[in-house]
Structures are given as C-alpha cells and as structure tokens.
C-alpha cells in the first residue's frame, strides 16, 4: 500500500479525523491487529493561509500549500490531499504545481452524490467555499443542482466554524440553527442532500438528524484516499 501524505491544520480538529478515519479503514481492511496504513501529515498555520486568501493574494497562498505538498513528497509520500474544501479553489494550480498525485475532495464527493442518486443538494461550507463555483461547475457535470443558503445564513455558517468548529467546539443553539437551515431548504428548493463543505461541519450534522442524504466530505475524501493508496498495489 502507498504511503499517505496529508496537507494537514486546515483545522487540527478535521485533520484528525482523516487521521482517525484512514487508521480504522486499516484496521477494517488489512489482515493483522495493528496492520494500519502509513500516513504522513504536515500540518500548516491556517492563519497564514487564510490571511493570504482573505486578503486577495491567492498566489501566496497556493505558494505555501505547493510548499506543504513538496514536503510530503520529500518525506516518502507517495499520495496527497488536502484536508480542507476550502483550500480546492486552488486545487487545478496546486496539483500542476506538485509531482505528488493529489486526491481531490470535489471529486470524492461528485462521485457520492452521483452514486447515491443526488439531485439537488444544499452547500454549507466557508463563505468562500459557499461562494466560489468550485461545487455548482463539478457538480454540473452530473446534472446535479447546487442550492447556497442566503446571506444571513451564510455568515451563521462562517462564524460557526471560525467561532466554534476550528476550536472544537459546538453548541446545542448552533446544532439547532444548521439543522433549521437544513428544513428551510428541504422545503422552500427540495434537496435532497446536503454538502457538508467544509470539513468541521461533521462535528455539528450527523447521520440521522435529517430525512435527507448528509454528504459528508471528510469522511468520503478519506476513504477515497485510502482507496486510491491502495489500488495502486492491487489492493482490494
């Protein structure tokens, strides 16, 4: 199996579910107690990156993720990822940027929704995910629509995840708010899923809470990844 390499602080708090996600998938598929996957993270300062994306400089910002990516490689990575949506707006430049074979989030989470026969979903995420065409132009592929949450809802989102999610925190009152934007949308545009587009946003939906699909990016980029590092030596 290929070594694993993740482009990590995009928050500590999801990054460690990668971690933990990618580990119990060893566990659940290689034969031996202890048998789990090689991973190597490098974790960033996400108030560098951000910094530089709040402040409309996104060449520095892909500067210091190809960096990141680079260090991976150099550290024995043999498959990448970044463990954030946000950071995908740079995605195509990073990866013409990087020797490393990057798994790119959009496309695990396309292919769930396509899989389970999605059509219509809600995007929750950053302000920039949420605002960026990176979900509609991928999604559009598939004939799937992108719902985005009006303006008051999206600055909920934003401030819930620099507030509390990045921090590891979640309270009952933002549990509650994220799920009424949920219904609203089930009843005002009909979808059918909901994009859980930044990779906190699991800390706050689970599976159960609503009668409709949660897409849940972190956990289908990393089982992607896994799959990916071990397809490439025939593994099952």
Not at 100 to 113: G, H, R, T, V, Y
Not at 188 to 199: A, E, N, R
Request: with cysteine; hydrophobic share 40%.
């Amino acid at each position: 199996m290929q070594r694993i390499g993740l482009v990590g602080g995009m928050s500590p708090e999801s990054t460690k579910d990668y971690y933990k996600i990618l580990i119990d998938l060893g566990r659940e598929r290689l034969e031996g107690e202890f048998n789990n996957p090689e991973i190597i993270i490098y974790s960033i300062n996400l108030s560098l990156m951000m910094g530089h994306v709040s402040a409309g400089r996104p060449e520095e910002a892909v500067a210091l993720l190809v960096n990141a990516v680079s260090r991976l490689e150099s550290a024995g990575a043999e498959v990448g990822a970044l463990t954030a949506n946000t950071p995908h707006i740079f995605f195509g430049e990073i990866s013409r940027r990087s020797s490393l074979p990057l798994l790119s989030i959009l496309d695990a989470c396309f292919d769930e929704a396509e899989e389970l026969g999605c059509r219509k979903a809600l995007l929750l995420g950053t302000t920039i995910t949420m605002s960026s065409e990176m979900y509609p132009r991928k999604f559009s592929e598939g004939d799937i629509g992108i719902v985005i949450p009006d303006d008051e809802a999206q600055a909920f989102v934003q401030q819930s995840i620099v507030g509390e999610l990045t921090q590891g925190r979640v309270t009952p009152e933002t549990r509650k708010r994220y799920i009424e934007i949920c219904r609203r949308h089930m009843e005002k545009d009909g979808v059918d899923s909901v994009i859980l587009g930044c990779t906190e946003i699991p800390m706050v939906l689970k599976d159960g809470d609503l009668p409709i699909t949660l897409l849940n990016t972190t956990r289908i980029h990393a089982e992607a990844i896994y799959d990916a590092a071990e397809s490439e030596h025939g593994g099952g």
